[in-house]
């Protein structure tokens, strides 16, 4: 018969695979005041504790229990609890921004796994999939589309080959949102359709969560608003069912859905749920706890009220001052101080506002790069070669499209190389005004509306150039 420290883990997991985190949490604080624990115990403690504060976002505190059933495995000298120990890890660093930490543990899991000899070929296989998983998931956020999918089809492939409905739910997410980013949405909403379906099979509410809202921002990409929003919404109520750390990151969705379709009484109601939610999560390492005051600097962004986007301009600068932000959300920072300083570059034809432009997209730049997003980096290189036309630097303007167009087909970003060949064309065609303009020194307001800056601007800011507060936005 189980013993009673048993019987409570056995409990705890049951309660964690229904989604009940909370009932899982307050069985194991329980226990470890009660009982004292086995090596072997305290290992499976310590990793189903950390794994529970993942689950709930609390990323700090589950890194620090994944850390101890890291130690005690070594200690127990059992390799398999080691590797799944890496992986807690893996996913703990990759929801939380730090790819860099990601990359390194996923080849610290390979090189275990090669060496693992008390593993079966089934084994062996569900651990190679979960790892060409984690690959994917890891090469989409950092905009090497080819790689990722590379890795999501063996993945898919593997688990094919085993019939394990948990690896197929996972590499078919992780392949919707790739398919999604390349424009493929056909194919895109057939995987999201899947993961869905096997997810209400094996009543995972999270992953639940995560393809209804997948489902929608595809629809979003499609125009079909509606649909877009039946989803998300859908979504939000299973979030608010499990208390999932996932709310704010719906609630910003949809909050900038409706921002999108001019409900703003709705995005008002999205931002007041997201304060209510935060300010009961008392832990400043929850995942999410910052979105409240970028949504709420979108929301003061689309007011007429001069007085109202000036606090919105503030409140994305100090996002930029933030050490502790991650590079998603000074993307959103940034992109918006560009659209907020050419609105009024627009109406006070102010030539120096530019110099304030130029410096946010070259900080723009700078993440990019070192983020090793490609897609963000061909997307500012189109910007600033629009920007270029503001000032008459028309082949400057020219040799950005051409960097832009040259990332594109390097990276297989089919559509966006096909809207760099008519922005290419488009210029061409357009030669004689640009001239004209110059010559009669046109204000700059009729420059920005040549050279649709603010569509391009618009395209960057519905776009989503990270995974961290998803990652957790797209692949959640």
């Given at each position: 018969?189980?013993?009673?420290?048993?019987?409570?883990?056995?409990?705890?997991k049951?309660?964690?695979?229904?989604?009940k985190?909370?009932?899982?949490?307050?069985?194991?604080?329980?226990?470890?005041?009660?009982?004292?624990?086995?090596?072997?115990?305290?290992?499976?403690?310590?990793?189903?504790?950390?794994?529970?504060l993942?689950?709930?976002?609390?990323?700090?505190?589950?890194?620090?229990?994944a850390?101890?059933?890291?130690?005690?495995?070594?200690?127990?000298?059992n390799?398999?609890?080691?590797?799944?120990?890496?992986?807690?890890?893996i996913?703990?660093?990759?929801?939380?921004?730090?790819?860099?930490?990601?990359?390194?543990?996923?080849n610290?899991?390979e090189?275990?796994?090669?060496?693992?000899?008390?593993i079966?070929?089934?084994?062996?296989?569900e651990?190679?999939?979960?790892?060409?998983?984690l690959?994917s998931f890891?090469y989409?956020q950092?905009?090497?589309?080819?790689?990722?999918i590379?890795?999501?089809?063996?993945?898919?492939?593997?688990?094919?080959?085993l019939?394990?409905?948990?690896?197929?739910?996972?590499?078919?997410?992780?392949l919707?949102?790739i398919?999604?980013?390349?424009g493929?949405?056909?194919?895109?909403?057939?995987?999201?359709k899947?993961?869905?379906?096997?997810?209400?099979?094996?009543?995972?509410?999270?992953q639940?969560?995560?393809?209804?809202?997948?489902?929608?921002?595809?629809?979003?990409?499609?125009?079909?608003?509606?649909?877009?929003m039946?989803?998300?919404?859908?979504?939000l109520?299973?979030?608010?069912?499990?208390?999932?750390?996932?709310?704010?990151?719906?609630?910003?969705?949809l909050?900038r859905?409706?921002?999108e379709?001019?409900s703003?009484?709705?995005?008002?109601?999205?931002?007041?749920?997201?304060?209510?939610?935060?300010?009961?999560r008392?832990?400043?390492?929850?995942?999410?706890?910052?979105?409240?005051?970028?949504?709420?600097?979108?929301?003061?962004?689309?007011s007429?009220?001069?007085?109202?986007?000036?606090k919105?301009?503030?409140?994305?600068?100090?996002?930029?001052e933030?050490?502790?932000?991650?590079?998603?959300?000074?993307?959103?920072?940034?992109?918006?101080?560009c659209?907020?300083?050419?609105?009024?570059?627009?109406?006070?034809n102010?030539?120096k506002?530019?110099?304030?432009?130029?410096?946010?997209?070259?900080?723009t730049?700078?993440?990019a790069k070192e983020?090793?997003?490609?897609?963000?980096?061909?997307?500012t290189?189109?910007?600033?070669?629009?920007?270029?036309?503001l000032?008459?630097?028309?082949?400057?303007?020219?040799?950005?499209?051409?960097?832009?167009?040259?990332?594109?087909?390097?990276?297989?970003?089919?559509?966006?190389?096909?809207r760099?060949?008519?922005?290419q064309?488009?210029l061409?065609?357009e030669?004689?005004?640009?001239?004209?303009?110059?010559?009669?020194?046109?204000?700059?307001?009729?420059?920005?509306d040549?050279?649709?800056?603010?569509?391009?601007?618009?395209?960057?800011?519905?776009?989503r150039?990270?995974l961290?507060?998803?990652?957790?936005?797209?692949?959640?």
């Amino acid at each position: 018969m189980l013993n009673l420290k048993a019987k409570e883990l056995t409990r705890a997991k049951q309660l964690m695979r229904e989604s009940k985190f909370v009932e899982a949490l307050q069985i194991l604080n329980e226990l470890e005041k009660k009982e004292v624990l086995s090596l072997q115990e305290q290992f499976d403690y310590h990793h189903l504790k950390g794994s529970l504060l993942f689950e709930q976002g609390f990323m700090d505190e589950a890194l620090k229990y994944a850390e101890l059933a890291y130690n005690e495995s070594r200690k127990l000298k059992n390799n398999l609890l080691t590797l799944d120990t890496i992986f807690t890890k893996i996913n703990i660093f990759r929801y939380s921004g730090r790819r860099i930490d990601a990359l390194k543990n996923i080849n610290k899991a390979e090189e275990l796994l090669n060496i693992l000899n008390q593993i079966s070929s089934i084994q062996f296989k569900e651990k190679k999939a979960y790892i060409r998983y984690l690959k994917s998931f890891i090469y989409y956020q950092e905009g090497d589309l080819n790689k990722a999918i590379k890795h999501g089809q063996k993945g898919l492939q593997l688990a094919n080959e085993l019939n394990n409905k948990r690896l197929i739910m996972l590499n078919v997410g992780c392949l919707a949102t790739i398919h999604s980013w390349k424009g493929e949405f056909d194919i895109a909403q057939k995987y999201n359709k899947q993961r869905l379906k096997i997810a209400k099979d094996l009543n995972d509410k999270q992953q639940i969560i995560g393809a209804l809202n997948n489902i929608g921002t595809v629809f979003r990409d499609l125009g079909d608003l509606n649909q877009a929003m039946k989803y998300i919404k859908q979504s939000l109520i299973l979030c608010n069912e499990i208390k999932s750390f996932k709310t704010p990151a719906i609630l910003d969705t949809l909050c900038r859905l409706a921002i999108e379709t001019d409900s703003f009484d709705t995005a008002q109601e999205c931002l007041d749920s997201m304060k209510v939610f935060t300010n009961q999560r008392d832990k400043k390492n929850l995942l999410g706890y910052d979105i409240y005051n970028l949504s709420k600097a979108l929301v003061l962004k689309q007011s007429p009220n001069d007085v109202e986007r000036l606090k919105a301009k503030e409140l994305f600068k100090k996002e930029l001052e933030k050490e502790e932000a991650d590079f998603e959300s000074k993307i959103v920072a940034l992109l918006n101080l560009c659209a907020l300083n050419l609105r009024e570059l627009h109406q006070t034809n102010n030539i120096k506002i530019l110099d304030d432009i130029n410096l946010y997209i070259q900080q723009t730049l700078n993440i990019a790069k070192e983020q090793k997003s490609y897609l963000l980096l061909a997307e500012t290189h189109l910007l600033q070669a629009k920007l270029k036309l503001l000032i008459f630097e028309l082949k400057e303007a020219q040799k950005l499209l051409i960097t832009a167009q040259d990332i594109g087909k390097k990276y297989d970003l089919a559509l966006l190389v096909d809207r760099i060949n008519k922005e290419q064309d488009e210029l061409v065609n357009e030669m004689g005004k640009w001239e004209k303009m110059r010559n009669s020194k046109a204000i700059m307001s009729e420059r920005i509306d040549l050279a649709h800056i603010e569509v391009q601007l618009n395209r960057m800011l519905k776009k989503r150039f990270s995974l961290k507060g998803a990652n957790i936005n797209q692949i959640i």
